[in-house]
């Protein structure tokens, strides 16, 4: 049976009484690796005349491979296993993000100052003054995550008790990457109007919205409508961070293969929110030639459309490309994917134009197979951590989110985008530039930076 490769979101740790022969730890080991597991840690806990209790984490593929490893083990003469302990639901124990307190309360005087009498004056001053707001509170660095939890990773419409991870997982990575305090808010509402109004509600005590996981076409109205109302800006990651991110990872995939943004032929499989934002901002760094690939085919002006698709037919397609996936991508030189899993077979990039760009980005299991895709194409890029260029959001969104709050701007423009983009792509130094490294990694130290000074202008 083939198999996946494994990884650290299958991680287990077995913890096993065995007999007083650290050579059994061994033939623990062998097993493991024979049954396709990747060993990554052996501690000893405890030592005895009778007996070892041996701590084993390992890496499965999936949830059944972890059982798998786990039976390998029970095999071994000598082995009892006393526990498993799942490490990706032991980080989550009692969620991963906490409140501290930048000041000092050990003194009635810390209060005093920090709470009642002083923050009296502080509220005062506020009413008066409201442009203080920013700089007297946490709004001027604080942003809300909003989600309903309606398109939760490749999870779908789970609800906004099981996005709450998620959400907890994103307002740790805005604290790691650009120092950011931000709130997961999950919203027990799928009604556009209530989560418009929620958000609007909310507002006063943030500097920017993050809107995440909210599934399209409903998310292209609220964030239209927070917008026009709010006087902070409001960012659905889920689009812009995506685009952003594929348009420094296409920059710098045409710099590898000699060619313009404003000459190729752009195909982009998905019209749902990533995919229409990937339209808008290539269509803006002035890309003349995008198809849009979706369950009706190529999307084309005045086919049978909703109203979302009908609007970006409208702007693509200048060709009146019409038919399949592999129509619309004769001849063209990049495929852009952020559909669903084995829509395009690897033998049509082979049909592409001279030298191809592949990025298959959905999650976990992308459009084609990145290592089938490599075969034909000059430059592959996907959504996973286990392949060379990885298009992943934390590049963009921690940067932006510091470029605004550190510019106290009111909303987020095309032109800033357009900046970001640029900035990702220019942290890979031209010497480093090459078909298995075309974007920075997430930890390059000078990501964030230099999109949070592009952001600034």
């Given at each position: 049976m083939t198999r996946t490769a494994t990884t650290s979101s299958y991680s287990i740790t077995m913890r096993l009484y065995t007999a007083p022969d650290h050579g059994v730890v061994g033939h623990v080991a062998t097993a493991i690796s024979a049954a396709g597991g990747i060993v990554t840690a052996i501690d000893v806990a405890e030592s005895s005349h009778e007996r070892l209790v041996v701590d084993v984490s390992c890496s499965a593929a999936d949830a059944d491979h972890a059982v798998e490893l786990q039976d390998s083990v029970r095999g071994v003469d000598g082995v009892e296993i006393h526990k498993v302990s799942d490490r990706t639901f032991l980080l989550h124990l009692g969620g991963k993000i906490e409140v501290t307190s930048k000041?000092?309360?050990?003194?009635?005087?810390?209060?005093s100052l920090a709470y009642t009498p002083g923050v009296g004056r502080v509220s005062r001053a506020l009413a008066e003054n409201p442009e203080d707001v920013?700089?007297?509170?946490?709004?001027?660095?604080?942003?809300a995550v909003v989600t309903d939890g309606s398109a939760v990773l490749g999870l779908g419409n789970i609800g906004p008790g099981a996005a709450l991870p998620v959400m907890?997982?994103?307002c740790a990575l805005f604290k790691r990457f650009a120092d950011i305090d931000a709130w997961p808010i999950c919203l027990d509402s799928q009604d556009t109007d209530e989560i418009v109004r929620a958000v609007q509600l909310i507002a006063p005590g943030f500097g920017g919205i993050n809107l995440e996981d909210i599934a399209a076409p409903r998310c292209f109205e609220i964030e239209r409508r927070l917008r026009e109302t709010l006087d902070i800006?409001?960012?659905?990651?889920?689009q812009h961070g995506t685009a952003i991110v594929v348009l420094a990872a296409l920059t710098n995939a045409l710099r590898v293969v000699g060619k313009e943004l404003e000459q190729v032929r752009v195909v982009v499989a998905g019209a749902g929110a990533a995919g229409s934002a990937i339209v808008s901002l290539l269509l803006a760094a002035g890309v003349p030639d995008v198809v849009v690939w979706d369950r009706e085919g190529c999307l084309a002006a005045g086919d049978d459309l909703s109203p979302a698709k009908a609007e970006l037919a409208g702007r693509t397609n200048p060709r009146n490309v019409r038919?399949?996936?592999?129509?619309g991508l004769?001849?063209?030189?990049?495929?852009?994917?952020?559909?669903?899993?084995?829509?395009?077979?690897?033998?049509?990039?082979?049909?592409?134009?001279?030298?191809?760009?592949v990025f298959a980005l959905a999650n976990p299991d992308p459009e084609v197979d990145p290592a089938s895709a490599d075969r034909y194409a000059a430059v592959v890029a996907s959504g996973r951590s286990d392949y060379p260029n990885q298009i992943n959001n934390v590049l963009a969104f921690p940067g932006v989110f510091r470029g605004l709050l550190d510019a106290r701007a009111h909303e987020v423009t095309t032109e800033m985008m357009l900046r970001a983009a640029d900035a990702i792509a220019h942290v890979v130094r031209d010497e480093e530039l090459n078909p298995n490294f075309i974007i920075p990694s997430v930890f390059h130290p000078g990501v964030s930076e230099a999109v949070a000074s592009a952001i600034r202008g």
């Amino acid at each position: 049976m083939t198999r996946t490769a494994t990884t650290s979101s299958y991680s287990i740790t077995m913890r096993l009484y065995t007999a007083p022969d650290h050579g059994v730890v061994g033939h623990v080991a062998t097993a493991i690796s024979a049954a396709g597991g990747i060993v990554t840690a052996i501690d000893v806990a405890e030592s005895s005349h009778e007996r070892l209790v041996v701590d084993v984490s390992c890496s499965a593929a999936d949830a059944d491979h972890a059982v798998e490893l786990q039976d390998s083990v029970r095999g071994v003469d000598g082995v009892e296993i006393h526990k498993v302990s799942d490490r990706t639901f032991l980080l989550h124990l009692g969620g991963k993000i906490e409140v501290t307190s930048k000041v000092p309360l050990k003194t009635r005087d810390d209060l005093s100052l920090a709470y009642t009498p002083g923050v009296g004056r502080v509220s005062r001053a506020l009413a008066e003054n409201p442009e203080d707001v920013r700089r007297l509170t946490i709004k001027g660095n604080s942003v809300a995550v909003v989600t309903d939890g309606s398109a939760v990773l490749g999870l779908g419409n789970i609800g906004p008790g099981a996005a709450l991870p998620v959400m907890e997982g994103k307002c740790a990575l805005f604290k790691r990457f650009a120092d950011i305090d931000a709130w997961p808010i999950c919203l027990d509402s799928q009604d556009t109007d209530e989560i418009v109004r929620a958000v609007q509600l909310i507002a006063p005590g943030f500097g920017g919205i993050n809107l995440e996981d909210i599934a399209a076409p409903r998310c292209f109205e609220i964030e239209r409508r927070l917008r026009e109302t709010l006087d902070i800006p409001v960012f659905h990651d889920d689009q812009h961070g995506t685009a952003i991110v594929v348009l420094a990872a296409l920059t710098n995939a045409l710099r590898v293969v000699g060619k313009e943004l404003e000459q190729v032929r752009v195909v982009v499989a998905g019209a749902g929110a990533a995919g229409s934002a990937i339209v808008s901002l290539l269509l803006a760094a002035g890309v003349p030639d995008v198809v849009v690939w979706d369950r009706e085919g190529c999307l084309a002006a005045g086919d049978d459309l909703s109203p979302a698709k009908a609007e970006l037919a409208g702007r693509t397609n200048p060709r009146n490309v019409r038919g399949d996936l592999r129509a619309g991508l004769a001849g063209a030189d990049v495929f852009i994917g952020v559909s669903g899993p084995g829509v395009l077979k690897p033998e049509w990039i082979a049909e592409m134009a001279a030298e191809p760009v592949v990025f298959a980005l959905a999650n976990p299991d992308p459009e084609v197979d990145p290592a089938s895709a490599d075969r034909y194409a000059a430059v592959v890029a996907s959504g996973r951590s286990d392949y060379p260029n990885q298009i992943n959001n934390v590049l963009a969104f921690p940067g932006v989110f510091r470029g605004l709050l550190d510019a106290r701007a009111h909303e987020v423009t095309t032109e800033m985008m357009l900046r970001a983009a640029d900035a990702i792509a220019h942290v890979v130094r031209d010497e480093e530039l090459n078909p298995n490294f075309i974007i920075p990694s997430v930890f390059h130290p000078g990501v964030s930076e230099a999109v949070a000074s592009a952001i600034r202008g």
